[in-house]
Nanobody, 124 residues
Framework: QVQLLESGGGLVQTGGSLRLSCTVS????????MGWYRQAPGKQREVVAG???????KYVDLVKGRFAISRDNAKNTVYLQLNSLKPEDTAVYYC??????????????????WGQGTQVTVSS
């Protein structure tokens, strides 16, 4: 059974930074493209960043240039560095797998379960 454990969220002011971590167990981590999703109040969960098995990264336009995704296969962990945070980044952040098309487009996917997420709150 897949287990995903997100951490690192918190309350920051506009312009601040956070580093999120997600440790995954129950799968062969290095064989999976991974991503970060977020869900703001009253909105659907959306994927914001993804990293392939060989380190290719993809971001949605809203976070491009501000967020950076990385992975450590030895630790079964995926990270998300959040910089220049804005109030509209406030959401619960989750990790899960993603899928990349042959053309490099990123699509949401999941292992059939989700972790509890980590809350990021950005004050204005």
């Amino acid at each position: 059974q897949v287990q995903l454990l997100e951490s690192g969220g918190g309350l920051v002011q506009t312009g601040g930074s956070l580093r999120l971590s997600c440790t995954v167990s129950g799968i062969t981590f290095r064989l999976n493209a991974m991503g970060w999703y977020r869900q703001a109040p009253g909105k659907q969960r959306e994927v914001v960043a993804g990293i392939s098995t060989d380190g290719f990264t993809k971001y949605v336009d809203l976070v491009k240039g501000r967020f950076a995704i990385s992975r450590d296969n030895a630790k079964n962990t995926v990270y998300l560095q959040l910089n220049s945070l804005k109030p509209e980044d406030t959401a619960v952040y989750y990790c899960n797998k993603v899928r990349f098309s042959a053309a490099g487009a990123m699509m949401g996917n999941d292992f059939g379960s989700w972790g509890q997420g980590t809350q990021v709150t950005v004050s204005s």
